[in-house]
């Protein structure tokens, strides 16, 4: 492929912290990044924020407010994990939908284009700007706009299951699914609209485990032990 979109799990860049960042982690996932932009595959990354807001867990206060709070935790992810893509090499740039004062550029695809052309990463911080969306349809609205050949979503488990594996040993794990039985199952590997939308525009999803070895480059150079969500 030569335009991808990966998907960050906020909660799997917190290692073993399970909150904030672990700097290993993250200086893992930048060397990775950097063996396929060296080798001439334009990233664009989104990465959620639930290493500092969980907002849907809270109800004691109104869901906009908590989806504006996950917005920014999203900006404060894609900073601290643009920084150390630069501190291995790369060039790097933020891109939120709202404005930011001089932290960020606001979001179109000419200027997501523009960067791509200068083998820059292109962080999609933000979500899409609005409450009631999470990261999962920002990651595919994103990857539709910019044309991405396909997603590929790093979590802190390794596949789509057919039920959760932390709570039954005996799930199974899908080597290929459609997004109609993710749909249908609701199987969860991203949210509805998100799903829909991939139907929809024929994106397909690639999901794997981030902290198995070297993960994101054998995912992306065909050496795929996760599940592939197809159209």
Known sequence: MKRILLKLSGEALAGDKHHGFDEETVIGVANQVKQLVDAGIQVGIVIGGGNFWRGRSSETIDRTKADQIGMLAT???????????????????????????????????????????????????????????????????????????????????????????????????FDEVSIQEVIDQKLAVVDLTASIMCMENKMPMFVFGLNEENSIVKSVNGDFSGTKVLV
């Open 75 to 173: 900006v404060m992810n894609c900073i601290y994990v643009s920084e150390i893509f630069r501190y291995v090499g790369m060039k790097t740039a933020v891109l939120t939908p709202f404005e930011c004062g001089s932290m960020t550029k606001l979001f179109s695809k000419d200027r997501a284009n523009k960067y791509f052309s200068r083998n820059m990463v292109v962080f999609f911080a933000g979500g899409t700007g609005h409450p009631y969306f999470s990261t999962d349809t920002a990651t595919v609205l994103r990857a539709i706009e910019i044309e991405a050949e396909g997603i590929y979503l790093a979590k802190a488990i390794d596949g789509v299951y057919d039920s959760d594996p932390k709570l039954n040993p005996a799930a199974k794990k």
